[in-house]
C-alpha cells in the first residue's frame, strides 16, 4: 500500500503561502523541520522539485 501524504495540498502550507509571518504560517515552517510527512514527501520528489521546494520555503537541508 502506498503511504500518501497530503503536504502539497496543505491548509498550512497555503496560510504560509499567503502570510508567512502570521502565527499559522510561522507554526508550518517550524514544524516541517522535524516533520516525517514532510520528509517522505520532499524524498518522493524529483531533485528539480526538491531544489524548487527548498528555496522557496528556505529549507537548507535540500538545497544540497
Given at each position: 500500500m502506498e503511504n500518501q501524504n497530503n503536504c502539497a495540498n496543505c491548509s498550512m502550507?497555503?496560510?504560509?503561502?499567503?502570510k508567512p509571518k502570521s502565527?499559522?504560517?510561522?507554526?508550518?515552517?517550524?514544524?516541517?523541520n522535524?516533520?516525517?510527512?514532510?520528509?517522505?514527501?520532499?524524498l518522493s520528489m524529483d531533485e528539480n522539485g526538491k531544489k524548487e521546494i527548498a528555496e522557496k520555503y528556505q529549507f537548507k537541508k535540500y538545497m544540497n
Open positions: 502550507r497555503a496560510k504560509y503561502d499567503a502565527f499559522a504560517g510561522r507554526f508550518w515552517r517550524w514544524h516541517i522535524f516533520c516525517p510527512g514532510w520528509k517522505q514527501y520532499m
